[in-house]
C-alpha cells in the first residue's frame, strides 16, 4: 500500500483532512508485552504536540511506580513551568496486580474500579482531556468490576475529538467491535519462560 494512502475510502461526506481530524479509540491487547508501553509512546507523542493527557492506571499496586509515569509527571511539570507540551493528569484508579490480586478484597478492588470509571465518565462528558489511557481497563471489565454496556456506550458516543487508549489482555469483543485501532501483541515467547526476570525498576 502507497504511504498515507487508506486501503478503502467511506462514502461518508468527509474531507480526507475532516476524517483525519476524527477521533479514535485504539486497542492494545493481546498475551504479548509492550501493550503498556505503546500506549505511554503515544501519549509522549500527544504531549509533545500540546495535548491535555489523562492518564488513567487501574488495577496496579498505588505503591509501584513505573518509569513512564515519572516521565510523564516531569512533562506535566515542565509544562505548568514553561508551557512546553501539555498538560498531564495521571491517576491510579485501583489496588493491586492485574495477575494476582493480593492488595486488599475483591470488594476493594471493584469499589475503587467503579469509581475510577465514574470519573472517567465524569471528564469524557465534560470533554477534558484529549488523549485517555486506560490502562489495563480490560481487567475490570472481564471480572464484571465496571459494566461492559456501559462502558461501549460511553466510548462509542463520547463527545468532541477526545482519543481513547485502552491496554490490557482478553480485551472484551464488543470494546474490539467499536474500536478503531485494534492492536493484538502475540507472544512468541518471553525470558520469564524460563525463569528470567526483567531489570529492577523495567519491565521488558
Known amino acids: 500500500m502507497p504511504k498515507g ?29 509492550g501493550k503498556s508501553t505503546a500506549a505511554f509512546g503515544l501519549a509522549m507523542r500527544a504531549w509533545n504536540q500540546g495535548w491535555d493527557l489523562g492518564i488513567f492506571q487501574f488495577v496496579k499496586s ?47 478492588h471493584a469499589r475503587d474500579a467503579a469509581e475510577g470509571w465514574a470519573e472517567i465518565k465524569r471528564r469524557l462528558a465534560e470533554e477534558r482531556h484529549d488523549l485517555y489511557v486506560l490502562d489495563e481497563f480490560t481487567y475490570v471489565m472481564e471480572w464484571g468490576w465496571v459494566d461492559v454496556d456501559d462502558v461501549v456506550e460511553t466510548l462509542a458516543n463520547r463527545p468532541g475529538r477526545q482519543f481513547v487508549v485502552v491496554t490490557g489482555r ?33 519491565e521488558w
Open 170 to 202: 482478553r480485551a472484551h469483543p464488543r470494546l474490539v467491535e467499536i474500536a478503531d485501532t485494534v492492536t493484538d501483541m502475540g507472544k512468541v515467547k518471553h525470558q520469564m519462560d524460563r525463569g528470567q526476570k526483567g531489570q529492577r525498576g523495567i
Open 5 to 33: 494512502v487508506p486501503i478503502t475510502v467511506p462514502d461518508d461526506g468527509l474531507t480526507t483532512a475532516q476524517r483525519r481530524n476524527l477521533p479514535l479509540l485504539m486497542v492494545n491487547t493481546g498475551d504479548g508485552k
Open 62 to 108: 498505588a505503591k509501584w511506580r513505573i518509569g513512564e509515569q515519572t516521565v510523564l509527571e516531569r512533562l506535566g511539570r515542565l509544562h505548568e513551568e514553561t508551557g512546553e507540551g501539555g498538560p498531564v493528569d495521571w491517576q491510579k484508579m485501583g489496588s493491586g496486580w492485574s495477575w494476582s490480586r493480593k492488595e486488599g478484597s475483591a470488594e476493594d
